[in-house]
């Protein structure tokens, strides 16, 4: 399996179709925090907002990197069509918590801002509340699943909407609302780990559904 992450990872670094979500990712949180002064929660909300469409570009990027033929001789060599599936979204996650870590460090060199733990554990969880939700709707938007890449992108889009609106039944919509009206990371750090906690088992059930698709069409 760590062969397997590494070979996607160097396929991922040489075709540079990274920089497209890091740039993304690295804009929006500099034009969202910088000369912030305010209470971190919502600095972090607006981090963890911009990681969910960077981490579904990065998803569907590297799910897209290989044509089916390439695909075909990974999944021989490794064995399986899961382990590929697992490999792949085991490097959307590495890319993730690269991201994780410069969502934590530039609102801070950015703005004015004293930090404590819980500051940087929830900014932590927030941000892979919202990477974990991102992957799951990569995964199902991917070319594993859909042939015709409008209609992934159209999907795609209408997920996203949905998580980001859908007041009260979203994981994504109920803690950026808490967040961004919270003053203190300590009160609102729990329930955002029991979101992460959801949107994990959300990504689980992505990569299942992906799984049982993939196999069907093989």
């Known amino acids: 399996m760590i062969a397997l992450v590494g070979y ?12 497209a979500p890091l740039l993304l990712f690295l804009g929006l949180v500099a034009v969202l925090t910088s000369s912030d002064s305010g209470p971190l929660t919502a600095t972090y909300a607006s981090v963890a907002g911009a990681m969910l469409p960077c981490s579904v570009w990065l998803t569907v990027t ?22 590929v599936l697992l490999a792949t979204v085991a490097t959307a996650a590495t890319g993730c918590l690269l991201l ?37 709707i990569g995964l199902v938007c991917s070319r594993l699943i859909f042939r015709r890449p409008g209609h992934a992108l159209v999907l795609a ?24 009206s919270a003053s203190d990371s300590a009160d609102v750090l ?16 992505a990569v299942a559904v992906t799984q049982v698709v993939t196999r069907r069409k093989a």
């Open 8 to 19: 996607m990872v160097t396929v991922l670094l040489l075709s540079q179709r990274y920089l």
């Open 62 to 83: 590297l799910i897209g990197l290989e044509d089916r033929a390439h695909r075909s001789i990974v999944v021989i060599s490794a064995g399986s069509h899961l382990r």
């Open 100 to 136: 994780t870590a410069a969502g934590l460090a530039l609102p801070l060199m950015l703005g004015t801002h004293t930090p404590g733990l819980a500051d940087l554990a929830l900014g932590i969880a927030a941000q892979l509340t919202c990477a974990c939700t991102g992957m799951a």
């Open 157 to 180: 889009l209408v997920l996203l909407l949905a998580v980001l609106l859908g007041k009260g039944v979203s994981p994504v919509n109920i803690m950026l609302t808490r967040l961004q």
């Open 190 to 205: 729990a329930p955002t780990g029991a979101l992460f906690a959801v949107t994990a088992g959300v990504l689980a059930a």
